[in-house]
């Protein structure tokens, strides 16, 4: 009922940027936060950031200060500036909406991007 599609991934040098989107679409009522996850080969899938449509963000600290996470509450979308990229942030990058209400039904769901390659090497 509701998709996230991911674009803005691709090979970057260290020190450089990116920055990636998402567009949920769908039959959505609400939805509270939205969130970029990654997850590099080997290890575990970790939040990144997140924001709430009430405009509170948090990060992992990792990121502080290089990524910017922001949102389009009437589009449904959000964005993650990656500044000062470095190799440990090479990952695939997954869209994330956990609280998600549909029209006409009222149960929250949990809904994730297909991913997006992100690359950080010389």
């Known amino acids: 009922q509701v998709q996230l599609v991911e674009s803005g991934g691709g090979l970057v040098q260290p020190g450089g940027s990116l920055r990636l989107s998402c567009e949920a679409s769908?039959?959505?009522?609400?939805?509270?936060?939205m969130a970029w996850y990654r997850q590099a080969p080997g290890k575990q899938r970790e939040l990144v950031a997140a924001a709430t449509s009430g405009g509170r963000t948090n990060y992992a600290d990792s990121v502080k200060g290089r990524f910017t996470i922001s949102r389009d509450n009437a589009k449904n979308t959000v964005s993650l500036q990656m500044n000062s990229l470095k190799p440990e942030d090479t990952a695939v990058y997954y869209c994330n909406a956990p609280d998600t209400v549909v029209v006409g039904d009222p149960k929250y769901y949990n809904y994730w991007g297909q991913g997006t390659q992100v690359t950080v090497s010389s």
């Open positions: 769908g039959r959505i009522f609400s939805m509270n936060a």
